[in-house]
């Protein structure tokens, strides 16, 4: 059975950071392309970033570039998304997911290339 679990999320204040945590299970973690999206009231789910197989390539949607991080880790079968900076605009559901990939450079920014999605974490950015 696959699992993708996040964590980390909460409420922060503009300015400051988060650290978003999501442990896969059940897949062949080095196969699968990774990312994050997110999912505010009223909206529709949106690419935030995703990080390629071999995690040699990365890609952050232009509102987060130079404030976010992702990165995974094949020890702990773990995909982080770090946040600096935060805005109240940040403040959603945050999901991360996964994408069997052949490529160990792609990235995928389109919500429907994903096979497997975690269940999502809050984050609530206040001012």
């Known amino acids: 059975q696959v699992q993708l679990v996040e964590s980390g999320g909460g409420l922060a204040q503009a300015g400051g950071s988060l650290r978003l945590s999501c442990v896969i299970s059940g897949l062949s973690f080095d196969t699968h392309a990774l990312g994050w999206f997110r999912q505010a009231p009223g909206n529709e789910r949106r690419f935030v970033a995703g990080i390629s197989r071999t995690g040699t390539s990365t890609y952050y949607t232009d509102s987060v570039k130079g404030r976010a991080t992702i990165s995974r880790d094949s020890a702990t079968n773990t995909v982080i998304l770090q946040m600096n900076d935060l805005k109240i605009e940040d403040t959603a559901v945050y999901y991360c997911?996964?994408?069997?990939?052949?490529?160990?450079?792609?990235?995928?920014?389109?919500?429907?290339?994903?096979?497997?999605w975690g269940q999502g974490t809050q984050v609530t950015v206040s001012s």
């Open positions: 997911a996964a994408a069997r990939s052949s490529y160990d450079t792609n990235v995928y920014a389109s919500s429907a290339r994903y096979n497997y």
